[in-house]
């Protein structure tokens, strides 16, 4: 993440990763999840802290999470449930549960499939928030397994040459493992940056970079700017300009409401005029590596691969090569170890809701 | 494609499709390709002429093919083996073949898994040059599947912030069917431009355009240059910049590697210090739209999706909005009625090769 999104280190609190799971669960409970499904949601949700992706974690979505359920537009006990089924395929209806909550399952589907025939693909249609779509694509890299994981929601990007938005921000994810390396695990937004970051800038005030939005005509802003109110801007595919690529931005997001959309039978969320609330629809694969290869020599290629990207020679002015999931994997040893930074107006939000539920306060280091 | 990249009209002669077809085919032929293979070879590389994809069409590619070939680069009558399977997955070795010529075998295999199974994964190791990988997606298309085609190979792209190159253009390719509206086919390296694009842009003498490349300590060249000897820049991911979102581009050049390098148990270009000649690894999957939800609901809603785009209103100074597969739509019915416009420089080389192998001159228009 650039730095301009990291928490000051004057407003950070630091809080322990089990006392953000305890009082995350409980939160969920009181909102009408049930208990295993509670802890299933802060889990993820506090991994994804622990890696670092601030964006993702709770800071940035705890709190709709919960307005959500509040205001009925999150089933608290979905009937999640297959639709459509043959051996390496499946879809899967969410019946409006949090996406977060229920994509290990839908993964764990995958995993399945994969484990019996070689490959496993899964749809889901129907659900909330999936979070980092990254997290699920791991659970397949800690099974010997490469996961794939993408998710098709909003509408908020400007497609290329568009004065009107298309696509949400439309993430991918793919994870695999190594021996000895961390494994890789690349998440990301095909839009130029991920939405919520636009919120994490806003918090941080931190301008955004030229190439990130767009006026209200289209046009890509090519300059640096602080964060204007929602409304006033749309986003732009990776990519920002044709020139610089956005088209390819616009592509990766059309695959995303392929896969996810349209083969799970649903609308994309340019046809059902998508706001926030709007469900969303995911893409979960898993492949099991042994089915195409030698899972050890993968996994020795893997690491070879992998330190030869770490020991890159450094452009000037960089300190080091990074590959996808390595600086996470250093903040989650880190994190572990000495606590999660969280900005003292999270805290705050905790303490009103804690208060609110009756719940303890949530502790901090 | 850039109107930077098209070939000006004064320099360009028209060729009809068939008598290209059949002038490469003979061509094929002549360095030892079988008479169907052959036909293979020339139906792929004339197809994307007909889409208007130049950069990987005869122009760009056929000279390359016939040289690596004389040269004993690559193998005419390879021996396509599948070294390991399952009713979803497999591992194809290509014995050395050419990719282009051996794709429509590999998609095929996964097309039979996915009609199967629901889906259907391959990769293929030890191949030649694939060419327009989106040829082989559009395969699955036309029977009613979701397709996908991505190749790793060459080492000619810089990490995000690294100085040395690590990753080929390495593209990926999505394509899927409507029912009125054009086949959606995406394809698009993971590189700011294709490799392809920089000799194109020597040929037509265009200027290359900021964060398409990078001097040879990594730094982005961010200004407009005219093309460099090659040797002296490296090219960069997709977004540019870390800013721009180079690091996205990284990590599909990546996950590039990991389905088709690492899953067909082979080394990735930068553990095999690959030049041009390098041999490839190639992921191709398919999934039977009807395994997964009804298919009439699906090419509904792609018609509906793809209607909404075209009919986006366009940004100021933009006459419309595309979706990916249009507008290379539009230029195949152009180009079977009227021609496919070569370069009067591309005509001089097939003249001087029907001559060398003493074949019929490539009719012209």
């Known amino acids: 993440m650039l730095e301009r999104f990291k928490v000051p280190h004057e407003d950070e609190v630091l809080v322990p990763a089990d006392s953000l799971r305890g009082t995350v669960a409980a939160i969920f409970q009181k909102v009408g999840v049930p208990r295993r499904d509670a802890e299933e949601g802060a889990d993820v949700l506090v991994a994804t802290d622990l890696r670092g992706v601030e964006t993702h ?25 297959i639709v459509r089924e043959s051996p390496a395929a499946a879809t ?77 921000t439309n993430p991918i994810s793919i994870a695999a493992p190594a021996r000895k390396e961390a494994p890789v695990l690349f998440d990301a937004a095909t839009s130029a940056i ?30 640096e700017m602080p964060v204007r109110e929602r409304g006033q801007y749309y986003q732009l595919p990776l990519g920002g ?27 994309p969320g340019m046809l059902i005029g998508a706001g926030m609330g709007t469900l969303s629809r995911s893409y979960f694969a898993a492949y099991d590596i042994s089915a195409f290869t030698d899972l050890d020599t993968f996994k020795d290629t893997m690491d070879q691969m992998l330190q030869k990207l770490r020991e890159t020679k ?26 999660i930074p969280l900005h003292k107006e999270v805290i705050q939000w905790f303490n009103d809701t804690t208060s609110e539920f009756s719940l303890p306060r949530l502790k901090t280091l």
């Open 57 to 81: 974690g709770v800071s940035n979505m705890l709190r709709s999470y919960v307005q959500a359920y509040k205001e009925g537009r999150l089933n608290p006990r979905p009937n999640w449930h």
């Open 92 to 168: 899967v209806d969410a019946d409006g549960g949090l996406g977060l909550i229920l994509g290990k399952r839908t993964m764990g589907l995958a995993m399945e499939k994969a484990k019996a025939v070689g490959v496993g693909a899964v749809t889901m249609f129907n659900s909330g928030h999936m979070g980092a779509v990254g997290h699920f694509a791991m659970l397949a890299a800690r099974e010997d397994m490469v996961g794939m994981c993408s998710v098709a929601t909003g509408a908020g990007i400007v497609p290329t040459f568009a004065a009107e938005p298309r696509f949400g």
């Open 194 to 223: 991920a939405g919520n970051k636009i919120g994490l800038a806003a918090r941080v005030g931190a301008n955004l970079l030229p190439g990130w939005i767009s006026e209200l005509d289209g046009t890509p802003i090519m300059e």
């Open 241 to 267: 300009t044709r020139e610089q690529g956005s088209h390819k931005g616009y592509g990766f997001a059309l695959m995303v409401e392929i896969l996810g959309s349209l083969l799970s039978g649903s609308l």
């Open 314 to 339: 450094p452009a000037p002015g960089h300190d080091r090569v990074l590959y996808p999931g390595l600086s996470e994997y250093e903040a989650e040893l880190d994190r572990k170890a000495h606590g």
